[in-house]
Every structure is written in structure tokens, then in C-alpha cells.
């Protein structure tokens, strides 16, 4: 760590001990942001952490429907997002007002929203998954047919998995798209003993090419295995951070250098530090939509992982 980044965290950690906050970070932040974080993980583990949470002020470094999530489970704390601009470009693919028109065209479908939405589709949806569990989340539904948002990509893989009829809404990760078949080919040539490792994220041609298709968190997991000793990682590169600490002497290859979440990367030790000094941006979702929102939720924590 240099000079500069040392100074920064000591600030942000005394300011944090003064305000009663937690960090919560997604394994797709900078590793500087991981190394400050009270707990690093997927949608799911975030979710779960903020529900516990007994903190006052809960920091996330993450994107916009994530605080969203730790304010529909915790209304009484106050949610800091350091950058209000960390959107995530698929969330904002699917609309309230689109999804409740599409709703009308299958007034049978059951709607199950990747967690990768804003609060207020997720107030439309029956139930929300996320990429840990959305296999175990539909095959609980006992209707026929399923209407699902946003990501047509995890929506489609699991409808490998589950064989059910699902209605996907053409939404997609673009980070996740520019993990290309040809990279991986290329890659199984130059490490044939690596294990290639993707996210639901990625296209059909990618997860059909992959040894293992997994959540961020279930990446981590399988990474410890004794006898995963390289491996190509499918997903967003930030990932590769906590991999190689945790991991240390194992190998662990980005299946693409260009598999960078922008959004993610709008999150900085210098946004932190600011964000608690000014206690801004707050993220509060609206009472009468968290109500509605967090029934959805609820019903996924319940449910659970499946990986
Ligand atoms: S990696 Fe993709 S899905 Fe995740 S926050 Fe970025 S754009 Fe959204």
C-alpha cells in the first residue's frame, strides 16, 4: 500500500469506528475498496449481511440497486452509496411501468426479478433471485410459465437447468458480454490445466465452453478446493483480487482483461473517506415501495444459496 492510500484508510477507519458503519463490498470492487471492507461478497452474501447488520450507518461499495437492497432490509440505518453515479447499466434496462405492460401479456406468469433491479421493479416481481440461488428460486415456483428480468443471459441459462418455460426480457450484462468464446478457447490451449470458471452473466457460447458455471461467491468457493490449482476466471476482473489473497500460490487467469464493470470502479477510497465526512449520498427507498419490494426479497433470503 502507498504512502497516499495509507493515510486515506487511516482517516476513513477512524471516521468509520466514529460513525458506527459498516463496509460492505461486492467482489467486484478495486482491490483498495476489498481491503477495507468488513465483508467482501456476492448480491446474496451483501443481502444477508445487511439484514444483520447492527451498524448505524452502512457504506456500500457497490452499485445502486445493492444500497437499495441493504435500505429495503434495514429502513432505520442510513445507507451511503460513495458514488450516486454507480449505477448498474442492466438494472436500468427494465422499468416499473415496462414490466407491469409486459405483466398484463401474461397475467399467468409468475415474475421472478434478478436482484440486478431497481426497488421499484422489484416491488412488480413475486420474487427476486440472484445468480447463487435463481436455479433453486424457480424450480420452487410451481406455475408453468415465468416472466423474468432483467438479464436474458441467466434467465435463459436457467431455463437450461430448470426446464421450465420462461418469458426473458432482453436485458444483459455488457461487462459480461465482452467475455468471448475465442478467449477461453485461446486460453484451455495456453493452460490446459486450468479449470474455466464463468458467471450465468456470460452468453450461452461462453457457459457452454466453461467447466463450471458459478456466482461470484461460489467462484470463491470453488477456488479453495485442493485440487483447483489454476483456473480461468468469467467474470468481472475485480474478482481476481480476492482470488489471489485468498489463494496464494494458485494461479487464476481474467478470461478477459476487458471484462471491466465501469460502475463497479466508480467506488474509491477518496469517495469513501468524502461520503462519511458529508454522510452523502444517502439511498432511501421509498416506504410504500420497500413494503412491496422487500416481500420479494424476503422470499429469496428464505430460499437461500444453492451453490
Ligand atoms: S458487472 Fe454487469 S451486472 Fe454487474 S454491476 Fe456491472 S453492469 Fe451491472
Given at each position: 500500500m502507498g504512502n497516499r492510500d495509507a493515510e486515506l484508510t487511516e482517516k476513513i477507519l477512524s471516521l468509520k469506528k466514529r460513525r458506527n458503519a459498516v463496509f460492505l463490498a461486492h467482489n467486484y470492487q478495486l482491490g483498495e475498496v476489498q481491503n477495507i471492507a468488513d465483508f467482501v461478497g456476492d448480491s446474496l452474501e451483501l443481502s444477508q449481511n445487511a439484514a444483520k447488520t447492527d451498524a448505524n450507518v452502512i457504506v456500500f461499495c457497490g452499485v445502486h440497486f445493492m444500497a437499495e437492497i441493504a435500505s429495503i432490509l434495514c429502513p432505520d440505518r442510513i445507507v451511503l452509496l460513495?458514488?450516486?453515479?454507480?449505477?448498474c447499466p442492466m438494472a436500468d434496462m427494465v422499468t416499473a411501468k415496462r414490466l407491469k405492460e409486459r405483466k398484463q401479456k401474461f397475467p399467468s406468469a409468475a415474475v421472478v426479478c434478478y436482484i440486478n433491479s431497481s426497488a421499484e421493479v422489484k416491488a412488480e416481481s413475486n420474487v427476486c433471485c440472484t445468480s447463487a440461488n435463481a436455479v433453486k428460486v424457480i424450480e420452487s415456483?410451481?406455475?408453468?410459465?415465468i416472466l423474468f428480468v432483467p438479464d436474458q443471459y441467466l434467465g435463459h441459462y436457467v431455463s437450461t437447468k430448470t426446464g421450465k418455460k420462461m418469458i426473458l426480457w432482453p436485458g444483459f450484462c455488457p461487462t459480461h458480454l465482452r467475455i468471448r468464446p475465442e478467449d477461453l478457447t485461446r486460453l484451455r490451449q495456453e493452460y490446459p490445466q486450468a479449470k474455466v470458471v464463468v458467471h450465468p452473466e456470460c452468453r450461452p457460447e461462453v457457459i457452454n465452453l466453461a467447466d463450471e458455471v458459478l456466482s461470484t461467491g461460489g467462484i470463491c468457493r470453488y477456488a479453495r478446493?485442493?485440487?483447483?490449482?489454476q483456473m480461468i476466471v468469467g467474470t468481472e476482473i475485480g474478482i481476481i483480487h480476492r482470488l489471489r489473497k485468498e489463494n496464494p500460490g494458485k494461479r487464476f487467469i481474467p478470461a478477459?482483461?476487458?471484462?471491466?464493470c465501469p460502475r463497479m470502479k466508480l467506488i474509491t477510497l477518496e469517495k469513501i473517506l468524502w461520503s462519511l465526512e458529508e454522510m452523502t449520498p444517502q439511498v432511501k427507498v421509498p416506504e410504500e415501495i420497500r413494503l412491496k419490494a422487500k416481500l420479494a426479497v424476503d422470499r429469496m433470503l428464505q430460499i437461500g444459496r444453492a451453490e
Open positions: 460513495p458514488d450516486i453515479n454507480a449505477g415456483l410451481d406455475t408453468e410459465e478446493r485442493e485440487n483447483i490449482t478477459s482483461e476487458q471484462a471491466i
